[in-house]
């Protein structure tokens, strides 16, 4: 699954127009519809994909399997 097939997966589900979704990340919906139309999504940002996430309610949490240990990315950090 790629970035805008989960994007689209959601906004079906929630039944959430993507002009809220563009909204509540602070960008319009041209801007949306073009993050999601080059290369489906993967030329996104960490923190574009993470804003578009908590625009949706849900958080990206990032977890080693080896390890167990969890990092959970934040639209507000600056460390990425």
Do not use: C
């Amino acid at each position: 699954m790629d970035v805008k097939d989960f994007i689209d997966m959601i906004t079906d589900e929630e039944e959430i127009p993507k002009s809220v979704i563009a909204e509540r990340a602070g960008i319009d919906k041209k801007a949306l519809y073009a993050l999601l139309s080059r290369d489906n999504g993967m030329g996104m940002t960490v923190r574009k994909f993470v804003e578009l996430a908590e625009s949706l309610g849900y958080q990206v949490l990032l977890s080693n399997g080896e390890t167990g240990d969890e990092y959970l990315l934040d639209g507000e950090s600056d460390e990425y």
